[in-house]
């Protein structure tokens, strides 16, 4: 067995764990490279190429020079066709396609067209905000909240959609029943440089790199260090921030840095105990976004071994609380199989919003106890025997932020605080306006905008 730390008990250190990887770029975008070509994710593992997010992201890795790096996969790949549910005991294929929503497909009592055709009558909604759950029941019916998005919130926020925000989490269905169907300014936005305009000419549904996901921020830090405009510092653990005549003081272990301009891209609760006392309210609100904390379990085996060919599948919390989805990576991605010999490499995922309750503390929980969940429950879902031949378990605490009813007005009420007091700070990351790899790439791009102008 190959775990990430040598203690068996998972010491963690820090909002985000960040003093343990200070010694690189990249944040949740890692990958394991073994010696023998084979590669792990231990964060993301494909991104979206669509809307003006996922154009804005591919222009950024041509402008990298890693176009000739790109794995993409596209929607008719057997990877984008089939996604499965494991409910009853069993893995349901999600109905996709024009002839399965007009059939009663399990694990629903009924067609799926009977919900969407409903949906139409349905009054639009008069909070501000609602939860996902409240919303889809609303609209949609009980039984797509109970299974569908229950398990949709768990593949993408490792959260609970009865209390996580639609508006926050997914701006265009919010928007949809507000402005009955307009698409927002934003997805209209974007300009598709050749890889973009690639992508969407051979419908990809995601893509990754040879060397893995890492090989973004590693391109990134290499482009930044060569054209000698920026000083990047590694190891560098920001211990507070100062106003200052000029704008501020980053005060870091070992010395200070003046700065004029502070793009933070640290998580919500990491920026908080940084800040000045005199940013009270917005230390308080930036500790009001949560995050959950995710086991990752990397389990290789030898040969062929699954039953099933497609992305992966999601549990329902109502199913298994503790144990969120499989993916099934060398389907999309046999690249990063070992090159000799036929091998299957999978990634558990677990614990989200129920770490707590199925886990308990995340400082007390063994990586064997970890690796038996997962191994317990790939032996359970799919058939599979065999012992995994390689393994790996990481726990990744605080890491993807619950964007909770009313996050929208925290995010508005903490920027409006930085412009009443003129502070040269812009809020930038996962923790404010979208968790998906495009969307803190985007929300990067935005800031820099904003300060000087567009056309960067
Ligand atoms: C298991 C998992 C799977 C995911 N899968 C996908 C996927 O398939 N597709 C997708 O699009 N997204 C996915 N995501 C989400 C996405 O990876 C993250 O939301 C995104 O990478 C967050 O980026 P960030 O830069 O905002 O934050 P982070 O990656 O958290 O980076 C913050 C950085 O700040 C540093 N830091 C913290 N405090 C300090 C301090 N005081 N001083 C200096 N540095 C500090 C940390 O060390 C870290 O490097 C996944 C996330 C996880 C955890
Ligand atoms: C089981 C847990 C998780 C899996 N992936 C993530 C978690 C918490 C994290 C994650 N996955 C996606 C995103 C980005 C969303 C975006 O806007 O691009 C994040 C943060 C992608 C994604 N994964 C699944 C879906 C439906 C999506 C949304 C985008 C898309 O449609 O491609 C489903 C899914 N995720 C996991 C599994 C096992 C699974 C389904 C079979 C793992």
């Not at 998580?267 to 230390?283: E, N, R």
Request: proline share 5%; with cysteine; net charge neutral.
């Amino acid at each position: 067995m190959d775990v990430l730390f040598s203690e068996k008990k998972f010491n963690l250190d820090g909002p985000g764990g960040f003093q343990r990887y200070l010694d690189r770029f990249g944040g949740w975008l890692r990958t394991l490279r073994r010696l023998d070509g084979t590669l792990f994710e231990l964060g993301p593992r494909g991104v979206r190429p669509a809307g003006a997010v996922g154009r804005n992201t591919l222009n950024m890795v041509e402008d990298l020079g890693l176009s000739a790096e790109v794995l993409p996969v596209s929607y008719s790949h057997v990877s984008s066709k089939n996604r499965y549910l494991y409910v009853n005991g069993k893995l349901h294929r999600m109905p996709s396609g024009i002839s399965e929503i007009l059939r009663t497909v399990p694990p629903f009592s009924r067609p799926l067209l009977f919900s969407l055709a409903s949906e139409i009558l349905v009054k639009r909604g008069k909070e501000d905000d609602e939860s996902i759950y409240s919303f889809v029941s609303r609209r949609l019916g009980k039984e797509l909240a109970d299974i569908a998005v229950d398990s949709l919130c768990r593949g993408v926020f490792a959260g609970d959609c009865r209390n996580l925000s639609v508006r926050s989490c997914f701006p265009p269905l919010f928007n949809a029943e507000q402005k009955r169907g307009s698409l927002t300014l934003g997805l209209l936005l974007g300009s598709a440089g050749p890889l973009a305009q690639r992508s969407m000419k051979e419908s990809w549904a995601q893509w990754s790199l040879k060397r893995g996901v890492e090989a973004l921020p590693e391109s990134l830090s290499d482009y930044l260090q060569r054209s000698g405009r920026a000083q990047l510092q590694k190891e560098a653990a920001v211990k507070h921030i100062q106003p200052s005549a000029s704008g501020w003081k980053v005060h870091l272990e070992d010395g200070v840095i003046s700065a004029d301009h502070i793009i933070s891209a640290l998580p919500a609760k990491a920026l908080s105990c940084v800040l000045p006392p005199t940013c009270q309210s917005l230390i308080q609100q930036l500790q009001d976004i949560s995050s959950v904390t995710v086991a990752v379990v990397n389990l290789e085996y030898e040969g062929s071994v699954l039953p099933v060919k497609g992305f992966g599948h999601l549990v329902p919390s109502s199913e298994d609380k503790g144990l969120l989805g499989v993916v099934y990576d060398s389907v999309p991605f046999p690249e990063h199989n070992r090159p000799s010999g036929q091998t299957t490499r999978l990634t558990v995922m677990m614990g989200g919003a129920w770490f707590q309750e199925e886990f308990g503390a995340p400082e007390t929980v063994t990586t064997e106890h970890l690796l038996a969940r997962a191994t317990e429950s790939v032996s359970c879902h799919l058939g599979v025997t065999s012992a995994p031949g390689w393994t790996h378990v990481a726990l990744h605490k605080d890491c993807i932020p619950q964007y909770r009813l009313g996050h929208f007005r925290t995010v508005e009420s903490m920027r409006s605080f930085i412009k009443k007091k003129n502070l040269s700070l812009s809020l930038i990351g996962s923790s404010f306006d979208g968790v998906s790899v495009n969307d803190v790439i985007f929300s990067g791009r935005t800031a820099v905008e904003d300060l000087f102008g567009g056309g960067v």
